[in-house]
């Protein structure tokens, strides 16, 4: 449970906590919103899912609510040591309290004012039109969850990863997905097959072909060139926050919920 220390009104836990007091509706609640983790890349998966799990039960020992929205973090910021522990402990976290809803801040629409990047120069922040549509997700999952909404409006999660043949491996995912188009940055073309998968935490660059099964558009089929895939190694979606040899921040392209455009949430899983 929270210690008292922490309703002074001069911490902004104790201001939120006196503001939903005063106000009658610490109980009532209808979703806390999480959107959080660039200060702590190089937190290990353990480190940021205990921190976090900590976080939401002492939630729940003082208010009463019904979701917890939670916002993956992206690429960005930098970090030398990348943030995808912090991804995937998100992902688990999600994956293991059912009030919990993912979303994340993959698959912002480019930015028609500042030629196409919604990243401020830090590399960190946005410009407006990023938090925006984050604004406008967030809101539709709301309209899903709480008021008769028709579309889900989560984030497109894995399901499993599975060797087929020792050069081909498929992704199911539990929506349908789509591919994001090439996007060219400072002359430089960038695509998802090239720049957004690992194994065993190393780059892979050797994918021949990337594409959405025809049959069932929430499985994702990767061929792979010149390697051989082994079960029990490591898949990464999303490794990094920049593109490779420059400083720019990674803003796409990514895989994303073909009907909501929203990206998929990021991973790291065992080939089974």
């Given at each position: 449970?929270?210690?008292?220390k922490?309703?002074?009104l001069d ?9 939903l ?15 959080q983790?660039?200060?702590n890349a190089?937190d290990?998966?353990l480190?940021y899912?205990t921190?976090?799990t900590q976080?939401y ?7 009463t609510f ?7 973090t992206p690429p960005?910021?930098?970090a030398?040591s ?8 998100q992902?688990q ?7 919990v809803?993912?979303?994340?801040r993959?698959g912002?629409p480019?930015?028609?004012l500042?030629d196409g990047n919604?990243?401020?120069?830090d ?5 407006a ?7 406008d997700?967030i809101?539709h999952m709301?309209?899903?969850?709480f008021y008769n909404?028709s ?6 999660q894995?399901i499993?990863?599975?060797?087929e043949t020792?050069k081909s491996?498929?992704?199911?995912f539990?929506?349908?997905?789509a ?6 940055i400072?002359g ?5 097959k090239?720049?957004l998968?690992?194994?065993n935490s190393?780059?892979?660059?050797s994918?021949?072909?990337l594409?959405?099964d025809?049959k ?6 990767i061929?792979f060139k010149?390697?051989?895939l082994?079960k029990?190694?490591?898949?990464t979606y999303i490794?990094g926050?920049?593109y490779p040899?420059?400083?720019?921040p990674?803003?796409g392209?990514?895989l994303?919920d073909?009907r ?6 990021g991973f790291t899983?065992t080939?089974?």
């Amino acid at each position: 449970m929270l210690s008292k220390k922490n309703f002074n009104l001069d911490t902004p836990y104790g201001r939120l906590y006196h503001r939903l007091e005063a106000s009658g509706l610490k109980q009532h609640i209808k979703a806390f919103i999480w959107n959080q983790g660039e200060s702590n890349a190089g937190d290990s998966v353990l480190e940021y899912k205990t921190a976090l799990t900590q976080l939401y039960h002492d939630l729940n020992s003082e208010y009463t609510f019904e979701k917890f929205y939670l916002v993956q973090t992206p690429p960005g910021c930098s970090a030398s040591s990348g943030h995808q522990t912090v991804r995937e402990a998100q992902r688990q976290f999600a994956e293991q309290h059912s009030q919990v809803n993912i979303i994340t801040r993959h698959g912002f629409p480019t930015n028609p004012l500042f030629d196409g990047n919604y990243f401020l120069s830090d590399g960190c922040h946005y410009h407006a039109l990023g938090y925006e549509v984050l604004a406008d997700w967030i809101s539709h999952m709301a309209l899903y969850d709480f008021y008769n909404g028709s579309v889900d409006f989560q984030a497109p999660q894995v399901i499993s990863v599975k060797r087929e043949t020792s050069k081909s491996l498929s992704i199911e995912f539990d929506k349908p997905i789509a591919i994001q188009p090439d996007l060219k940055i400072d002359g430089i073309v960038y695509t998802v097959k090239d720049q957004l998968f690992a194994v065993n935490s190393k780059k892979i660059t050797s994918i021949s072909e990337l594409k959405v099964d025809s049959k069932n558009p929430k499985k994702l089929r990767i061929t792979f060139k010149g390697k051989r895939l082994k079960k029990g190694a490591v898949l990464t979606y999303i490794l990094g926050d920049t593109y490779p040899e420059t400083s720019i921040p990674y803003r796409g392209p990514w895989l994303v919920d073909a009907r909501t455009g929203i990206g998929a949430v990021g991973f790291t899983s065992t080939i089974k």
